[in-house]
C-alpha cells in the first residue's frame, strides 16, 4: 500500500485530478485596476521574459490558442500590420500561446511579426491570467486558451480587459479608447 502511496505515477494522478479540478471550475477573468500576474518565460530566441522587462511601459499581453491557426494568424497580422500605431501610442506588444520556441520562429518568420512570442508550454502564464479554460468544439470538450488581450500600464496594473477579441480588426479595438 505504501509503495503505491510514494509512487511518482500515483503522486502525477493526484496532481492531474487536482489540476484538473481546478481548470475546470468556473474561470473568473482578472478585472481591470487590478494587478497584472507576474510571469517568466522565454521568447522565441530562447531569452527570459518578465512583467519587470516592461516596467515603465504600456504593454498589450494578447493570449491565442497557437501559431499558424487561421484565426490566430489573422490576429498577428492585423496586430503587425498596424504595430507602429500601437507603438505610436505607447504600447509594446507580447503573444502568448502554448507552442514552444521553434513554432514561434516559424510563424514569426512567415508573417514578418514585429513582436515577441512567449513559449507558455505549461499554461503557467494562462492560468495565472484565467484564460486557461475547459472549451468545446464539435460536441467535444478540451482545455485551451480563451482568446484575450489585456492592456497593462506603466505600473503593472491591468487596464483593460478584450475577452470579445475580433481578430481583423483588433488593434483597432486596443486603441478605440487611446
Excluded at 522587462?53 to 493570449?63: H, N, P, T
Aim: hydrophobic content about 35%; some cysteine.
Amino acid at each position: 500500500m505504501f509503495d503505491l502511496l510514494n509512487s511518482k505515477k500515483y503522486q502525477l494522478s493526484i496532481i492531474h485530478s487536482i489540476l484538473n479540478f481546478i481548470s475546470t471550475s468556473k474561470t473568473v477573468m482578472l478585472k481591470e485596476g487590478t494587478k497584472a500576474p507576474n510571469f517568466k518565460l522565454k521568447n522565441q530566441n530562447g531569452e527570459e521574459v518578465t512583467l519587470a522587462s516592461y516596467s515603465g511601459k504600456k504593454l498589450v499581453i494578447y493570449f491565442y490558442p497557437a501559431d499558424n491557426t487561421p484565426t490566430c494568424t489573422t490576429e498577428a497580422c492585423n496586430l503587425s500590420d498596424n504595430y507602429k500605431a500601437l507603438q505610436k501610442a505607447g504600447y509594446a506588444v507580447i503573444g502568448v500561446s502554448p507552442d514552444g520556441e521553434k513554432k514561434h520562429l516559424n510563424f514569426i518568420a512567415k508573417y514578418k511579426l514585429p513582436f515577441d512570442l512567449l513559449c507558455d508550454v505549461d499554461t503557467k502564464m494562462a492560468q495565472d491570467f484565467h484564460v486557461w479554460s475547459e472549451k468545446q468544439m464539435f460536441g467535444k470538450k478540451y482545455f485551451g486558451i480563451l482568446r484575450t488581450t489585456f492592456i497593462i500600464d506603466e505600473k503593472g496594473i491591468i487596464e483593460r480587459v478584450i475577452s470579445d477579441v475580433k481578430s481583423k480588426e483588433h488593434s483597432s479595438q486596443i486603441l478605440e479608447k487611446v
